[in-house]
Antibody, heavy 119, light 111 residues
Framework: QVQLQESGPGLVKPSETLSLTCTVS??????????WSWIRQLPGRGLEWIGY???????NYNPSLKSRATISIDTSKNQLSLKLASVTAADTAIYYC???????????WGQGMLVTVAS | QTVLTQPPSVSGAPGQRVTISCTGS?????????VHWYQQLPGTAPRLLIF???NRPSGVPDRFSGSKSGTSASLAITGLQAEDEADYHC???????????FGTGTEVTVL
Protein backbone atom coordinates (compact mmCIF):
# COMPACT_ATOMS: atom_id res chain seq x y z
CA GLN A 1 0.00 0.00 0.00
CA VAL A 2 1.47 3.31 -1.11
CA GLN A 3 2.01 5.89 1.62
CA LEU A 4 3.20 9.49 1.34
CA GLN A 5 4.78 11.64 4.05
CA GLU A 6 5.52 15.37 3.83
CA SER A 7 8.41 16.95 5.71
CA GLY A 8 10.09 20.33 6.01
CA PRO A 9 10.12 23.56 8.02
CA GLY A 10 6.82 24.54 9.58
CA LEU A 11 7.72 28.23 9.68
CA VAL A 12 9.00 30.35 6.80
CA LYS A 13 9.72 34.07 6.77
CA PRO A 14 8.00 36.37 4.29
CA SER A 15 9.87 36.77 0.96
CA GLU A 16 11.82 33.54 1.53
CA THR A 17 11.42 30.17 -0.21
CA LEU A 18 9.21 27.41 1.16
CA SER A 19 10.79 23.96 0.72
CA LEU A 20 9.00 20.66 1.33
CA THR A 21 9.80 17.03 0.61
CA CYS A 22 7.41 14.13 0.10
CA THR A 23 8.73 10.63 0.74
CA VAL A 24 6.88 7.77 -0.95
CA SER A 25 6.87 4.30 0.60
CA UNK A 26 5.25 1.05 -0.46
CA UNK A 27 5.67 1.91 -4.12
CA UNK A 28 7.99 3.61 -6.58
CA UNK A 29 7.64 7.12 -7.95
CA UNK A 30 8.97 5.65 -11.19
CA UNK A 31 6.41 2.89 -11.56
CA UNK A 32 2.83 2.58 -12.68
CA UNK A 33 2.72 5.60 -14.93
CA UNK A 34 1.53 7.85 -12.13
CA UNK A 35 1.96 11.57 -11.82
CA TRP A 36 2.66 13.08 -8.39
CA SER A 37 1.05 16.31 -7.23
CA TRP A 38 1.32 18.96 -4.57
CA ILE A 39 -1.94 20.41 -3.24
CA ARG A 40 -2.50 22.95 -0.49
CA GLN A 41 -5.41 23.72 1.79
CA LEU A 42 -5.80 27.35 2.67
CA PRO A 43 -7.35 28.40 6.01
CA GLY A 44 -11.10 27.99 5.92
CA ARG A 45 -11.17 24.76 3.94
CA GLY A 46 -10.44 25.47 0.21
CA LEU A 47 -8.08 23.13 -1.67
CA GLU A 48 -5.75 24.40 -4.41
CA TRP A 49 -3.75 22.24 -6.81
CA ILE A 50 -0.16 23.51 -7.11
CA GLY A 51 1.32 21.25 -9.77
CA TYR A 52 2.44 17.76 -10.73
CA UNK A 53 5.54 15.92 -11.85
CA UNK A 54 6.16 12.66 -13.72
CA UNK A 55 9.17 10.46 -12.98
CA UNK A 56 10.73 11.62 -16.26
CA UNK A 57 10.79 15.16 -14.89
CA UNK A 58 7.84 16.47 -16.87
CA UNK A 59 6.01 19.09 -14.84
CA ASN A 60 2.87 21.17 -15.04
CA TYR A 61 1.82 23.94 -12.70
CA ASN A 62 -1.28 25.84 -11.76
CA PRO A 63 -0.97 29.09 -13.72
CA SER A 64 -1.91 31.01 -10.58
CA LEU A 65 1.36 29.84 -8.98
CA LYS A 66 3.49 28.90 -11.96
CA SER A 67 5.96 31.72 -11.63
CA ARG A 68 6.81 30.82 -8.02
CA ALA A 69 6.45 27.02 -7.78
CA THR A 70 9.06 24.42 -8.70
CA ILE A 71 8.51 20.66 -8.32
CA SER A 72 11.33 18.16 -8.65
CA ILE A 73 11.73 14.41 -8.25
CA ASP A 74 14.53 12.18 -6.95
CA THR A 75 13.85 8.65 -8.12
CA SER A 76 16.85 7.28 -6.19
CA LYS A 77 15.35 8.50 -2.91
CA ASN A 78 11.73 7.92 -3.98
CA GLN A 79 10.95 11.55 -3.16
CA LEU A 80 9.39 14.60 -4.72
CA SER A 81 9.97 18.14 -3.60
CA LEU A 82 8.23 21.51 -3.73
CA LYS A 83 9.81 24.94 -3.66
CA LEU A 84 7.62 28.03 -3.49
CA ALA A 85 9.48 31.30 -3.84
CA SER A 86 8.74 34.76 -2.44
CA VAL A 87 6.14 33.58 0.04
CA THR A 88 3.70 35.87 1.84
CA ALA A 89 1.18 35.30 4.62
CA ALA A 90 -1.30 34.25 1.94
CA ASP A 91 0.80 31.11 1.40
CA THR A 92 0.11 29.90 4.93
CA ALA A 93 -1.59 26.55 4.42
CA ILE A 94 -1.49 22.80 4.92
CA TYR A 95 0.57 21.35 2.07
CA TYR A 96 -0.21 17.84 0.82
CA CYS A 97 1.48 15.57 -1.65
CA UNK A 98 -0.71 13.07 -3.47
CA UNK A 99 -0.55 10.49 -6.23
CA UNK A 100 -2.30 11.60 -9.38
CA UNK A 101 -4.22 8.55 -10.55
CA UNK A 102 -5.12 8.28 -14.23
CA UNK A 103 -4.18 11.91 -14.65
CA UNK A 104 -7.50 12.80 -13.06
CA UNK A 105 -7.98 12.19 -9.32
CA UNK A 106 -5.77 12.10 -6.26
CA UNK A 107 -5.24 8.94 -4.23
CA UNK A 108 -3.64 8.48 -1.79
CA TRP A 109 -2.69 11.68 0.02
CA GLY A 110 0.02 12.36 2.54
CA GLN A 111 -1.00 13.43 6.03
CA GLY A 112 -0.21 17.07 5.28
CA MET A 113 2.28 19.63 6.59
CA LEU A 114 1.22 22.95 8.08
CA VAL A 115 3.46 25.75 6.88
CA THR A 116 3.08 29.18 8.45
CA VAL A 117 4.55 32.26 6.81
CA ALA A 118 5.45 34.80 9.50
CA SER A 119 8.37 36.84 10.66
CA GLN B 1 -8.73 29.33 -6.89
CA THR B 2 -12.08 27.58 -6.35
CA VAL B 3 -14.35 27.50 -9.38
CA LEU B 4 -16.68 24.72 -8.27
CA THR B 5 -19.43 25.86 -5.90
CA GLN B 6 -20.72 23.73 -3.04
CA PRO B 7 -23.11 24.58 -0.20
CA PRO B 8 -21.15 25.50 2.94
CA SER B 9 -23.02 23.01 5.09
CA VAL B 10 -25.70 20.34 5.07
CA SER B 11 -27.15 18.40 7.97
CA GLY B 12 -29.39 15.45 8.63
CA ALA B 13 -30.52 13.07 11.31
CA PRO B 14 -29.06 9.57 11.57
CA GLY B 15 -30.52 7.34 8.89
CA GLN B 16 -31.57 10.18 6.64
CA ARG B 17 -30.38 10.96 3.11
CA VAL B 18 -28.40 14.10 2.33
CA THR B 19 -27.08 15.42 -0.95
CA ILE B 20 -24.23 17.79 -1.73
CA SER B 21 -24.20 19.71 -4.99
CA CYS B 22 -21.12 20.77 -6.95
CA THR B 23 -21.83 23.45 -9.55
CA GLY B 24 -19.33 24.26 -12.26
CA SER B 25 -19.36 25.72 -15.75
CA UNK B 26 -18.83 24.92 -19.41
CA UNK B 27 -15.06 24.95 -18.99
CA UNK B 28 -15.00 22.18 -16.40
CA UNK B 29 -17.91 19.84 -15.55
CA UNK B 30 -19.97 21.03 -18.51
CA UNK B 31 -17.04 20.35 -20.85
CA UNK B 32 -17.21 16.68 -19.97
CA UNK B 33 -14.47 16.46 -17.39
CA UNK B 34 -15.07 13.90 -14.69
CA VAL B 35 -15.92 14.83 -11.11
CA HIS B 36 -14.29 13.19 -8.11
CA TRP B 37 -15.24 13.46 -4.43
CA TYR B 38 -13.18 13.41 -1.26
CA GLN B 39 -14.08 12.99 2.40
CA GLN B 40 -12.02 14.86 4.96
CA LEU B 41 -12.55 13.78 8.57
CA PRO B 42 -11.60 16.37 11.21
CA GLY B 43 -7.84 16.83 11.47
CA THR B 44 -7.03 14.41 8.65
CA ALA B 45 -6.12 14.53 4.98
CA PRO B 46 -8.76 14.18 2.26
CA ARG B 47 -9.61 10.61 1.24
CA LEU B 48 -10.91 9.60 -2.20
CA LEU B 49 -14.61 8.77 -1.95
CA ILE B 50 -15.89 8.74 -5.55
CA PHE B 51 -13.90 8.76 -8.81
CA UNK B 52 -15.08 9.33 -12.37
CA UNK B 53 -18.45 10.63 -11.24
CA UNK B 54 -20.00 7.41 -9.94
CA ASN B 55 -17.30 4.92 -8.95
CA ARG B 56 -16.41 3.94 -5.39
CA PRO B 57 -12.91 2.77 -4.44
CA SER B 58 -12.77 -0.50 -2.55
CA GLY B 59 -13.61 0.03 1.10
CA VAL B 60 -16.05 2.90 0.55
CA PRO B 61 -19.56 1.96 1.72
CA ASP B 62 -22.32 1.87 -0.90
CA ARG B 63 -24.16 4.48 1.18
CA PHE B 64 -22.11 6.97 -0.82
CA SER B 65 -23.08 7.57 -4.44
CA GLY B 66 -22.24 10.15 -7.08
CA SER B 67 -23.94 11.53 -10.13
CA LYS B 68 -23.27 14.12 -12.81
CA SER B 69 -25.48 16.09 -15.17
CA GLY B 70 -24.74 19.11 -17.30
CA THR B 71 -22.57 21.56 -15.43
CA SER B 72 -23.20 20.01 -12.00
CA ALA B 73 -22.52 16.91 -9.96
CA SER B 74 -23.92 15.56 -6.71
CA LEU B 75 -22.84 13.35 -3.85
CA ALA B 76 -25.54 11.50 -1.93
CA ILE B 77 -25.17 9.89 1.46
CA THR B 78 -27.99 7.52 2.40
CA GLY B 79 -28.48 6.07 5.87
CA LEU B 80 -26.48 8.90 7.40
CA GLN B 81 -24.21 7.84 10.27
CA ALA B 82 -22.35 9.79 12.95
CA GLU B 83 -19.05 8.74 11.39
CA ASP B 84 -20.03 10.60 8.21
CA GLU B 85 -19.50 13.96 9.91
CA ALA B 86 -16.75 15.49 7.80
CA ASP B 87 -15.94 17.99 5.07
CA TYR B 88 -16.62 16.87 1.51
CA HIS B 89 -14.86 18.29 -1.56
CA CYS B 90 -15.56 17.86 -5.26
CA UNK B 91 -12.77 18.09 -7.87
CA UNK B 92 -12.53 18.29 -11.65
CA UNK B 93 -10.38 19.85 -14.38
CA UNK B 94 -10.85 23.28 -15.91
CA UNK B 95 -9.73 23.82 -19.49
CA UNK B 96 -9.75 27.61 -19.34
CA UNK B 97 -7.54 27.61 -16.27
CA UNK B 98 -5.51 24.58 -17.41
CA UNK B 99 -5.63 23.31 -13.87
CA UNK B 100 -7.27 20.79 -11.60
CA UNK B 101 -9.93 22.61 -9.59
CA PHE B 102 -11.70 21.89 -6.33
CA GLY B 103 -15.04 22.82 -4.87
CA THR B 104 -15.54 25.24 -1.99
CA GLY B 105 -16.15 22.34 0.40
CA THR B 106 -19.23 21.25 2.38
CA GLU B 107 -19.42 20.43 6.06
CA VAL B 108 -21.81 17.58 6.85
CA THR B 109 -23.31 17.55 10.33
CA VAL B 110 -25.22 14.60 11.79
CA LEU B 111 -27.90 15.95 14.12
Amino acid sequence: QVQLQESGPGLVKPSETLSLTCTVSGGSVSGGGYFWSWIRQLPGRGLEWIGYIYFSGTTNYNPSLKSRATISIDTSKNQLSLKLASVTAADTAIYYCARDDSHAWFDPWGQGMLVTVAS
Amino acid sequence: QTVLTQPPSVSGAPGQRVTISCTGSNSNIGAGYDVHWYQQLPGTAPRLLIFRNINRPSGVPDRFSGSKSGTSASLAITGLQAEDEADYHCQSYDSSLSAYVFGTGTEVTVL
